[in-house]
Nanobody
Framework: VQLQASGGGLVQAGGSLRLSCASS?????????MAWYRRAPGKQRELVASITFAGIQKYAHFAKDRFTISRDNAPMAIYLQMTSLKPEDTAVYYCNAQLLCDDYWGQGTQVTVSS
């Protein structure tokens, strides 16, 4: 399974961005849960939001009411609509896919929010 993230960029505080993550590979059709993580400079990677195959969503506390995760299952892809962005949202955002006991990661897309 390969994951390709896109959509990052530079945005002013209060602005919006939409991240996308497309999957490919022979096993991509069997992906179960998918998620977005982020790693800010000097910090550990943290979960932003996750979504199951059935569409059940979970959010980190900082993402609730501002971010929305969504998903297409054919082909497998996830999206992260981010609104009301803050400078502390600056990070590299990674998409993640779970297939049975295996984790797959995209290459990351940089989001920079200026004040």
């Amino acid at each position: 399974v390969q994951l390709q993230a896109s959509g990052g960029g530079l945005v002013q505080a209060g602005g919006s961005l939409r991240l996308s993550c497309a999957s490919s590979g022979d096993k991509a059709f069997a992906i179960d849960d998918m998620a977005w993580y982020r790693r800010a400079p000097g910090k550990q990677r943290e979960l932003v939001a996750s979504i199951t195959f059935a569409g059940i969503q979970k959010y980190a506390h900082f993402a609730k009411d501002r971010f929305t995760i969504s998903r297409d299952n054919a082909p497998m892809a996830i999206y992260l609509q981010m609104t009301s962005l803050k400078p502390e949202d600056t990070a590299v955002y990674y998409c993640n896919a779970q297939l049975l006991c295996d984790d797959y990661w995209g290459q990351g897309t940089q989001v920079t929010v200026s004040s």
